[in-house]
């Protein structure tokens, strides 16, 4: 943990409830205790530059993500394990995400 950051805080029903006008781009899991985004690129190497970039937010933030990437596509879960579920920390690196997804010209995949 980097000594800087506050520990996580977990996320509030009513905090959790607001997400989808937040992060519209996100699914919630069922049971709420993650949030997932499935995007697509032009190719492999806008996905990699991607993937480059939201590895640098997530380092800053000291919270990763579970993701997977397959050629133009890429799939990304957040949690927190420290708390069992949704924290401030998913909701900053999410917002992180999207910025970088913007930045790659990301489409939301099917």
Known sequence: ???D????????PAEIAAL???????????????????LRFTDF???FGFM????QA???LDHHPEWSNVYDRVSIRLTTHDTGGLSDRDVALAEAIDAAA???NAARAK
Request: proline share 12%; glycine share 2%; aromatic share 4%.
């Open 102 to 104: 913007t930045r790659f």
């Open 45 to 47: 190497t806008a996905a």
């Open 20 to 38: 989808p006008q937040r992060l519209p781009l996100w699914t919630r899991e069922a049971g709420d205790k993650a949030i997932e985004r499935h």
């Open 5 to 12: 950051l506050p520990p996580a805080t977990p996320l509030m």
């Open 58 to 60: 997530a380092e800053r």
């Open 52 to 55: 480059s970039a939201v590895a």
């Open 1 to 3: 943990m980097h000594a």
